[in-house]
């Protein structure tokens, strides 16, 4: 694993994530229930090779409750570390060895866990205080096969609201499944990729004679 150390969603974060599947996004890739490849692989392929293409991240928006989540995660973190005495740092954008998938840390907890923090809306936060937060699977999965941590501290956070903190550890089985299907929807990316520089438009060399003034 390589870590880049960035603040998550500056320009940095964003440029460090161009043309890479992220655990975030694993449910693009493989579904939940079953570790089947997903019916969205084609349209997460194709921005992939897009931000590739063109050097740019593409922004998918930004909506009330993510510019929540980033206002608080701060909080958050204070509240967890308090609470819990735990030493946390940030690291930023974790990638494999061979750079082909990545995963953004919140922070990283002591030497073996990670903390993923969320800040939803008071609906949200009732629903995971009542029911749980299996949606994140994927993504904390992903997170462990990445890092190579041993556990997950999964954080939902609100301010006037019991929070909700659910540990998630390895699932051997389940990183397999990612792993496998990430690396072959990765080398898909790669292809496509190589494919699309086939496509850039060369430079043509013109001798002095065959020069034409515009």
Known sequence: MNVIYCEQGTID????????????????ILTAKGLKPSASQGKY???LCA???TGEPIDEGTNGYMQRGTGMEDEAA????WEHNAKLLKWGF??????????????VVGDDGLLEIKCPGIVTHIG????????????????????????VDLLSFHPTLPKVVNRIERNEGMIDAIALEVGRFAALVEDGKRKLSDMRPGEVAFTDDEKTPF
């Open 51 to 53: 931000e590739h293409y």
């Open 13 to 28: 974060w964003k440029r460090a994530r161009i043309g890479i599947p992220t655990a975030s996004n694993f449910d693009l």
């Open 78 to 81: 204070r509240w967890y570390a």
């Open 45 to 47: 392929l194709n921005r």
């Open 94 to 107: 974790c990638v494999t060895d061979d750079g082909r998938a990545g995963c953004s840390v919140d922070r």
């Open 128 to 151: 995971y205080l009542l029911g749980g937060m299996d949606e994140y699977g994927l993504q904390v999965q992903g997170q462990l096969w990445i890092t190579g941590r041993k556990w």
